[in-house]
């Protein structure tokens, strides 16, 4: 009969594939954050940002969002995520979930400030106008950012997780120890 401890843990082999699966997601998200860029190499926004390009944020961060989602949808599905290690991991997995998505509201409203005209042409309407993209754009990257860390986190405790599998290997999978041989004379 198996002790309650060692129905808490996760198989092994699921742990080591959602593992992989995280750290794909999280290379995904750590490379878009770092190359989607809004201001050019002055560290301005561009006099005439692309709309097609910000959009493409917009659908980036949709198709991460999606894979964040679907990934902590499965592992919600299974038993693993009722256990004390499988709670921890979905909490992270839940911070992933809500940061990934509000990365595309931010990313959709830069996109749609380029392509609003300022009524006026004035330097003060041109200079909200900039500083509003450019909020919304290095929010929408702190988002991703920052799921991409909680993905990071999820891992470590699955990590962790893997760490808790040795002590509880079954009889036949320890090998037996070589004892020292017995020496004679007196024992205290």
Known sequence: MKSDIQRELIPRAATLHLIDALNAVRGKLSGVFEQWELLDDTGHVPASPSYTALLQHVTGA????????????????TAASTN?????VLAHLASAVTLSSLAVPHFAETAQTALSLPRSHS????????????????????????????LGDAVQEL?????????????????????PPKQGGRHR
């Open 123 to 150: 330097k003060n309407d041109r200079y909200f106008r900039d500083n509003r993209m450019a909020i919304e754009h290095a929010t929408a990257r702190s988002c991703l950012r920052r799921a991409s860390e909680s």
């Open 84 to 88: 004390r290690a499988g709670s921890a």
């Open 62 to 77: 949709q198709a991460l969002a999606r894979d964040v989602v679907q990934l902590t949808a499965d592992f919600a599905r």
């Open 159 to 179: 990590t962790d997780h893997l760490d808790f599998h040795r002590f509880f290997l079954t009889p036949s999978q320890h090998q037996s120890p070589v004892l």
